[in-house]
């Protein structure tokens, strides 16, 4: 019976919750799906196909509501022991009313490795949950709550840690619910506690060794790497939630526009704020402007950086970033790095004066615009150190002459370090089509928000430029909509990139391919049979015979078979329709070229109840 409750509850938490209406407007009938979701009403228009399979499944989902209802009438009441705790513990019908607000909410690609976790046999192991602010980690932990039957909830506890808290009396409490028959403990924000990293393997050499499902969840990514590299060392079970790929972002969010993900792009909240949890300082702001990113950049990766340091043995770990966190030059540091144009990790790109790679390659380009109508000097007249100081003072960058501390190459190797233990970095190399060249590093940042917002604080900074706002509405809007077009762009290229070679097997290699003259945007390298297949990536909906020159360029693609086999695909990447062009070039759609990137992390659709896709190409 117990078996049979705990299977209806996941078949019911996999199907569609609400109702369908019908109305009639202008004589024509039409279906919704509703339902309602944390107090708010949603509706939803269903199109030709998609009636009966939903009313089928929420039919079904009422069927089996009676049946689970029939079997926990049966079921012997369980009465939860009364104990006191030291940690914030919670247990019971707490529990219930945590979840419910989550109920229904789509689940994240990596949450069935959490699920994997609690009902597998290992032990000795702990979970750890673990990402950049508002990245779904506690989402996550409520949602497994939600799906567990209800034998399996009556044996699971919550636990939301503190800065007050020790690892002392959270050993102590977990004694008290071992012994009381607790088996699933779920402890969210853990490296709050300042000896979390240096006491670490309690949780796995003790608790999870007697049979415990430790789940921890935290903000502090860097917390974690450097327990995993000590106290944890090959006994936890890692899942990252920092990265949320286009794909994924779509489904969760339900926008299906590319440009929305290059604006808001690495968390899951767009353009809010949010400062009531006292606890983490929770100043969890999204990319909605300059201020909230600079902030957010300031708490989710510098503060994450300082605090982790600072708890790993006594502070004795912080190295060489002590110094320049605590003068305030962190942040400078970091958002130099995201604003350089390939985000290299160069003492000129730390030290030289600030100058905008953004604002100066779209004056360039203007400047040598072919279409007459277009070509314009407008950025070269306009006060280029005010505009720029102006930027630097929104970003809280520092010139040389400002900054206390000298970088070094040394502390460049170590914020690289650790914004790559944070997961926003990650390296797509740069290949070259002469033989026997070795590939060159090339640095792709994995939060678009951030990089999107810099930008906007450029376009913001340059409307107060006396010469410029001078000019006309349509001159304004005309210029400032080049400059973020020319950055969307270039992350468009990136995010490509990126999710491409993430999703990619071992087969096959992903990387940009340069030339002495141009380059391929991507090329992916089949190392099995051999072949390849060439990209161009344009942010545009049109078809313009300039934007595949490249990949018909007889020489450039000579070189290109000479080193990594016969082409076996032409493909421009772009906004628009798909189509094939008498000369073989296949225009694809960037956003359902995403979208249809092989899923990582997901378990097998008969259990997920999604349909897989294969590799595109």
Avoid at 219 to 245: C, N, V
Wanted: with cysteine; glycine share 6%.
């Amino acid at each position: 019976m117990k078996e049979k409750i705990q299977e209806l509850e996941r078949q019911i938490a996999a199907l569609p919750i609400g109702y369908i209406s019908k109305k009639t407007i202008n004589g024509k009938t039409r279906y919704y799906h509703q339902w309602t979701e944390n107090g708010k009403k949603h509706s939803q228009y269903l199109r030709d196909g998609e009636l009966e399979p939903l009313q089928e499944q929420i039919e079904q989902r009422k069927v089996l509501q009676a049946q689970l209802k029939e079997l926990q009438a049966k079921m012997p009441k369980v009465r939860q022991p009364k104990l006191d705790f030291e940690t914030s513990v919670i247990v019971g019908k707490g529990l219930d009313a945590m979840s419910q607000g989550v109920k229904g909410w789509g689940l994240r690609d990596c949450f069935w490795q959490l699920e994997d976790y609690l009902y597998s046999n290992e032990s000795d192991r702990v979970c750890l949950v673990f990402g950049l602010r508002r990245t779904g980690k506690t989402t996550m932990l409520r949602q497994a709550i939600a799906r567990m039957s209800r034998e399996d909830l009556s044996r699971t506890v919550y636990i939301k840690a503190r800065r007050s808290d020790t690892m002392a009396m959270m050993n102590r409490d977990l004694k008290k619910l071992f012994d009381a028959g607790f088996r699933y403990v779920f402890i969210d924000e853990v490296t709050l506690m300042r000896d979390f990293i240096d006491s670490a393997a309690l949780f796995s050499d003790v608790f999870a060794a007697m049979g415990m499902k430790i789940i921890l969840s935290g903000t502090d990514s860097l917390g974690f790497w450097l327990a995993m590299d000590q106290e944890l060392y090959d006994r936890a079970k890692p899942i990252h939630t920092t990265f949320i790929p286009y794909r994924e972002y779509s489904r969760l969010l339900g926008i299906d526009s590319i440009d929305e993900y290059i604006r808001y792009g690495g968390t899951l909240r767009a353009g809010e704020l949010a400062f009531d949890d006292e606890d983490v300082n929770a100043q969890d702001a999204s990319f909605r402007d300059d201020e909230s990113t600079r902030r957010y950049i300031d708490t989710a990766i510098c503060k994450n950086i300082q605090h982790s340091l600072a708890c790993y043995e006594a502070g004795g770990h912080f190295r060489h970033l002590y110094s320049l966190y605590e003068a305030g030059e962190l942040t400078s540091a970091i958002n130099r790095i995201i604003e350089d144009m390939n985000h290299r990790f160069l003492i000129s790109v730390l030290t030289d004066d600030f100058q905008s790679h953004d604002l100066r390659l779209t004056a360039s380009n203007l400047r040598k615009e072919r279409d007459p109508e277009k070509r314009t000097e407008i950025l070269d007249n306009i006060d280029t150190e005010a505009v720029t100081q102006r930027l630097m003072e929104l970003l809280d960058i520092r010139n040389k002459e400002e900054q206390s501390i000298g970088i070094t190459d040394t502390h460049i190797r170590e914020i690289k370090e650790y914004l790559s233990a944070l997961e926003l970095i990650v390296n797509c190399p740069i290949e070259t089509a002469d033989p026997g060249a070795k590939s060159v590093e090339h640095i792709l940042f994995t939060q678009p928000g951030m990089r999107y917002c810099q930008a906007q604080a450029l376009v913001h900074s340059l409307m107060k430029d006396e010469t410029f706002s001078a000019l006309s509405e349509l001159e304004k809007t005309q210029t400032a909509g080049r400059i973020l077009e020319e950055v969307r762009g270039r992350m468009l290229e990136d995010i490509v990139l990126l999710e491409t070679m993430k999703s990619a097997d071992r087969e096959h290699r992903v990387f940009k391919l340069q030339f002495a003259v141009g380059e391929f945007d991507m090329v992916i390298y089949n190392e099995k049979e051999n072949c390849c297949e060439i990209f161009e990536i344009k942010h545009s909906g049109k078809q313009v015979p300039a934007q595949y020159r490249h990949l018909l360029d007889q020489e450039k693609c000579d070189k290109t078979e000479q080193r990594f086999g016969p082409i076996r695909g032409r493909y421009v990447l772009y906004r628009g329709e798909d189509v094939t062009l008498e000369n073989g070039v296949h225009y694809r759609n960037v956003e359902r070229y995403l979208n249809d990137l092989p899923e990582l992390n997901i378990a097998p659709a008969q259990e997920a109840g999604i349909e897989q896709t294969g590799p595109v190409l």
